[in-house]
């Protein structure tokens, strides 16, 4: 009888520190691929659009998606999938050639020389 309640004990204390494991508001990164602010627009969007995500935001420069999860209704798996749905790649998912050729012409950060178009006009901006 006691070793019944031990171990009912036991796996109740495990359950409970998992579950304190995940917090409401967790903040968390990721690196996304993209060139421009129509990619920032897209990226925000599909981060925001999964649920659990209260905030993100996408530096165009270091291309690091920032954001404020509730780990509880999701992670980040979740939302590196729903950002390759959009075209974008991040370090773990790959957007399909699909999603990723959807995306606006000027928005190919997989093409070099649209990639360097970019920077260089920033470099004009300066």
């Not at 036991?10 to 304190?20: E, F, G, I, K, S």
């Not at 990226?43 to 999964?50: G, P, R, S, W």
């Not at 075209?87 to 990723?100: N, S, V």
Request: hydrophobic residues 35%.
């Amino acid at each position: 009888m006691k070793k019944g309640l031990l171990i009912v004990f036991a796996v109740l204390m495990t359950m409970t520190v998992n579950a304190q494991k995940k917090k409401k508001n967790a903040k968390v990164s990721i690196e996304v691929d993209g060139v421009c602010m129509m990619c920032k627009k897209r990226i925000e969007t599909a981060a925001l659009k999964t649920k659990g995500v209260k905030f993100a935001s996408w530096n165009v420069k270091t291309h690091e998606l920032s954001m404020i999860i509730d780990e509880r209704k999701t992670d980040i798996k979740t939302i590196q999938k729903k950002v390759a749905s959009v075209g974008h790649d991040t370090k773990a998912i790959k957007a399909t050639d699909e999603a990723y050729n959807s995306v606006h012409p000027c928005c190919k950060y997989r093409d070099i020389k649209i990639v360097e178009d970019h920077k260089n006009e920033g470099k004009k901006k300066s």
